[in-house]
C-alpha cells in the first residue's frame, strides 16, 4: 500500500474518531454542565492544593464538570476557593501537595497571599512532597510545616532563575534564507535569535541585571517564608552539591521540617485519606451576589488580531471591545481593573486596545494590575489607565519595535525556485521572499520603524509625565523588574491584584462592592463551537504536510509574524 493512501485512511479514521467524540460530547454536556458536584465534604475534611501543571491567571472556559470532577484550575479559582474555605466550618486545613506545578512569580505572590489568609482563620497549613521542582517548592514555602518523602528516589530539585534563547541564524544560513531585523531600541533583542548567534552586548547585560533581580526576590521570599537567613538560603542555590537533595540533605539545611511519608504524616495530623477534597472538585457555598461592582479585565497572552475564533491565549482588540461593551452595559460596575499578562505582539493591535481603553477610563476609574509579565505591547495598553500597580515578581518595559522580513532566495535556488517580478511604481512588487530586497525598501522601513517607536515613548511620555530627556534612558527596549520599574517611574506601586481592585474602589469612592471578572467564563462546548474546533482539526490535518519539509519550513517562518510591526518582549523567563 503506497504512502499515499496510509495517509488518507489515517485522516478519514481520524476525522470519524473527531465527529464521534464531539457528538458524545454535546450528548455528555446535557447534563454534565450543570450537575451537582458528586464530591460529599462532611466535617473535618481538608482541601487539597495539588497543581501539576501550568497554572494560568484566569480560565475564560467554565470546567467540564463530568461526574463530579472538575476542569482546568487558574489563579483567580484556586484563591477564591482557598478563601472560601477559610470560613468553611467543613474544612478542618489545607494540604499543599504540587508535583511538576508550573507557576510564574506573580501567581505564586497571590496564591500565597491566600493562603496567608487562610492561615488567620486558625486552621493549620501543612504541605507534602515526594519530587518537587522549584515551583513547588516555592508553593510548599507557604506552608505551617514542609513533610517529605525519606525514600532515596524522592527530592527536591530547586534550580534558581534562567532565560534561554535559541538561535536560528546558521540554521536559516544553510535553508539559504537571511532575517533583515527593522528594529528601534537599541536592546529591543526580539531579532537577534534570527540575525546573530549569540546576544549582543547590551541585551545580553540588560537580560542579566533582570534576572539578577528576579533571583534576588525569589531568595528573600524563602528567606522569610522558611526563618532563614539570605546567606543560607544562597548557599542552598549557590553551593550545594547535589542537584536533587533528599528529605534528609533537605532537612539539614532546613528547607523542610520533616522527613515523613505520606501515610505516616496522615496518623500523625490525624488526617482521614477519605476525607481529603481536591480544590478542583470543591464546590464552596455561595450565596446570590448584588450591589456595586469592582470590574477585574483578565488580559493574557500575546497581542495579535482576532482570528475570528476563539482563543484565551492571544488579546486582540475585537475581544477588548467586547469585554469593554459588556462592563460599559453594567451599570453595577463603578471601577475596573485590568489584569495583564502579556509580553505584547502587535503593535498596531496594541494601539487600538489602547484607543478602547481610553474610552473606557473616560467614564470608570481603571487600574492596571501588572502579573507575571507586562511588557513592549503589554506595557503599551497599561499606559490607559489611572493608575499602574506591579506585582513584585512582574516584568515590565521592553519599550521598543521590531520588525523581521526573511529573505528566501538561498533558499528558492536550493529548491530550484525562481522569481522574477515586471513593475510599475517604486515600490511595487517590494516585498518578495524569493528575491533580494531593496536597499531603498530597507531605508524605508527603518524610516518607519523610528515613528512607530516615537509613538509608543509618546504614549509612555503622556501616561508616565516622562521627560523627552528622559525617556531614551528607560526605553531602548530594556527589560526592568517591577522594582527597577517602580524607581523609574514606569509604574506607580508594587502590590497585589486585591490592593488594585481596592484602589480602584477607592477612586470610585465606594466601599460596599463585589468583584466580578471578565471576560465571562464559556460553556467547554461553547468554547469548542467558537473556536470552529470541529473544521479546525480537519484543515489543519490536510495543512500540516509532516512528511513536506519544504511546507514546514514554510510554516516555520509563518511563525515568526514577519512583514508586521511588534510591541514584543525578546526573552521567555523561567
Not at 517548592?137 to 514542609?146: M, V
Not at 453594567?330 to 489602547?354: C, F, M, N, T, W
Not at 493608575?387 to 528558492?412: F, K, N, R, Y
Request: hydrophobic share 40%; proline share 4%.
Amino acid at each position: 500500500m503506497s504512502t499515499k493512501k496510509i495517509i488518507l485512511i489515517v485522516a478519514i479514521v481520524f476525522i470519524i474518531l473527531v465527529g464521534l467524540s464531539y457528538w458524545s460530547g454535546r450528548q455528555m454536556s446535557k447534563f454534565a454542565f450543570n450537575a451537582p458536584a458528586s464530591t460529599v465534604i462532611s466535617a473535618d475534611s481538608w482541601l487539597n492544593l495539588n497543581p501539576s501543571a501550568y497554572i494560568p491567571e484566569y480560565n475564560e472556559v467554565l470546567p467540564l464538570n463530568l461526574f463530579g470532577k472538575g476542569g482546568t484550575n487558574s489563579m483567580q479559582n484556586l484563591c477564591a476557593k482557598i478563601l472560601k474555605a477559610k470560613d468553611d466550618s467543613r474544612i478542618s486545613g489545607l494540604l499543599i501537595q504540587p508535583l511538576g506545578a508550573q507557576i510564574s512569580l506573580a501567581t505564586l505572590h497571590e496564591l500565597g497571599l491566600a493562603i496567608q489568609e487562610f492561615k488567620g482563620s486558625g486552621k493549620p497549613v501543612i504541605a507534602f512532597g515526594d519530587m518537587m521542582g522549584n515551583s513547588d517548592y516555592l508553593l510548599a514555602s507557604f506552608a505551617d510545616e514542609i513533610y517529605m518523602e525519606p525514600s532515596a528516589s524522592a527530592g527536591l530539585m530547586l534550580s534558581g532563575t534562567s532565560a534561554n534563547i535559541m538561535f536560528y541564524k546558521e540554521m536559516f544560513d544553510k535553508l539559504g534564507v537571511k532575517m533583515h531585523i527593522i528594529q528601534a531600541g537599541e536592546f529591543k533583542g526580539a531579532g537577534e535569535p534570527y540575525s546573530q548567534t549569540s546576544l549582543s552586548e547590551g541585551t545580553r547585560r540588560n537580560i542579566e541585571e533582570m534576572l539578577s533581580d528576579r533571583y534576588n526576590l525569589i531568595l528573600a521570599g524563602l528567606a522569610e517564608r522558611r526563618k532563614l537567613t539570605l546567606d543560607d538560603v544562597k548557599a542552598v542555590y549557590d553551593t550545594r552539591e547535589n542537584f536533587i537533595l533528599h528529605a534528609g540533605e533537605a532537612l539539614e539545611m532546613r528547607l523542610i521540617d520533616h522527613s515523613t511519608a505520606r501515610s505516616q504524616m496522615f496518623a500523625e495530623r490525624l488526617i482521614d485519606p477519605q476525607k481529603i477534597i481536591n480544590i478542583s472538585s470543591y464546590a464552596p457555598r455561595t450565596q446570590a451576589p448584588r450591589g456595586q461592582k469592582v470590574a477585574v479585565m483578565y488580559l493574557g497572552g500575546q497581542i495579535m488580531p482576532s482570528s475570528g475564533s476563539f482563543n484565551q491565549a492571544q488579546i486582540s482588540y475585537d475581544k477588548v471591545q467586547k469585554i469593554v461593551q459588556e462592563i460599559q452595559d453594567d451599570k453595577d460596575v463603578k471601577a475596573v481593573v485590568l489584569r495583564i499578562d502579556s509580553p505584547g505582539g502587535s503593535a498596531l493591535e496594541s494601539e487600538l486596545i489602547y484607543q478602547e481603553l481610553l474610552k473606557l477610563k473616560s467614564s470608570k476609574p481603571l487600574v492596571v494590575s501588572m502579573g507575571g509579565v507586562a511588557a513592549s505591547g503589554g506595557y503599551y495598553i497599561s499606559c490607559a489607565s489611572d493608575q499602574i500597580i506591579a506585582d513584585s515578581g512582574c516584568l515590565t518595559g521592553s519599550i521598543g519595535v521590531i520588525m523581521m522580513l526573511p529573505e528566501a532566495t538561498g533558499l528558492g535556488r536550493k529548491l530550484g525556485l525562481r522569481s522574477q517580478t515586471i513593475k510599475f511604481g517604486k515600490f511595487a512588487g517590494a516585498i518578495n521572499p524569493l528575491e533580494p530586497y531593496s536597499a531603498e525598501l530597507l531605508s524605508s522601513l527603518k524610516r518607519n520603524s523610528e515613528g512607530t517607536y516615537n509613538e509608543f515613548k509618546a504614549r509612555v511620555m503622556n501616561a508616565r509625565k516622562i521627560s523627552p530627556d528622559k525617556i531614551n534612558s528607560i526605553a531602548e527596549g530594556r527589560i526592568f523588574s517591577a522594582e527597577d520599574a517602580l524607581a523609574l517611574g514606569l509604574v506607580d506601586e508594587i502590590g497585589s491584584l486585591d490592593f488594585a481592585i481596592a484602589t480602584a474602589a477607592e477612586k470610585a469612592g465606594i466601599t460596599d462592592y463585589r468583584v466580578e471578572n471578565f471576560p465571562h467564563k464559556l460553556s467547554f462546548f461553547e468554547a469548542m463551537k467558537d473556536a470552529d474546533f470541529f473544521n479546525m482539526q480537519i484543515s489543519s490535518l490536510f495543512k500540516t504536510q509532516w512528511w513536506n519539509i519544504d511546507k514546514q519550513i514554510t510554516e516555520q517562518l509563518e511563525m515568526i509574524e514577519p512583514y508586521k510591526w511588534q510591541y514584543l518582549m525578546p526573552v521567555v523567563v523561567d
